[in-house]
């Protein structure tokens, strides 16, 4: 059983930061492969990023690289997001995934079967 938990999500104007968090109840953090995900209203799903078991590789969209980034901290089985230069697109709700599949990281939601509750992020113009 793998339980995600997102927070850190709230209304930020646009060129703001923000961090979100995603704090995983699993028994080796360390085995799974991270992702966050996004839905805007009216739109589908995108993926964002995502980070291999161990951290060493990494994958971002191409709407969001150079302006966020992806960490983990396998000690404290948590996910981070960095959200730098935000954008009013930015504005979605923000998934925390997991997968135990192994082989790189993977950037296609039907690919996670553990995702949190999401948590919202709105950037104001």
């Known amino acids: 059983q793998v339980q995600l938990v997102e927070s850190g999500g709230r209304l930020v104007q646009a060129g703001g930061s923000l961090r979100l968090s995603c704090a995983a109840s699993?028994?080796?953090?360390?085995?799974?492969?991270m992702g966050w995900f996004r839905q805007a209203p009216g739109k589908e799903r995108e993926f964002v990023a995502a980070i291999s078991g161990r951290g060493y590789t990494t994958s971002l969209a191409d709407s969001v690289r150079g302006r966020f980034t992806i960490s983990r901290d396998n000690a404290e089985n948590t996910l981070y997001l960095q959200m730098n230069s935000l954008k009013p697109e930015d504005t979605a709700v923000y998934y925390c995934t997991a997968t135990s599949l192994s082989g790189g990281v993977r950037v296609k939601d039907d690919q996670y079967p553990y995702w949190g509750q999401g948590t919202q992020v709105t950037v104001s113009s």
């Open positions: 699993v028994r080796t953090f360390s085995s799974y492969t």
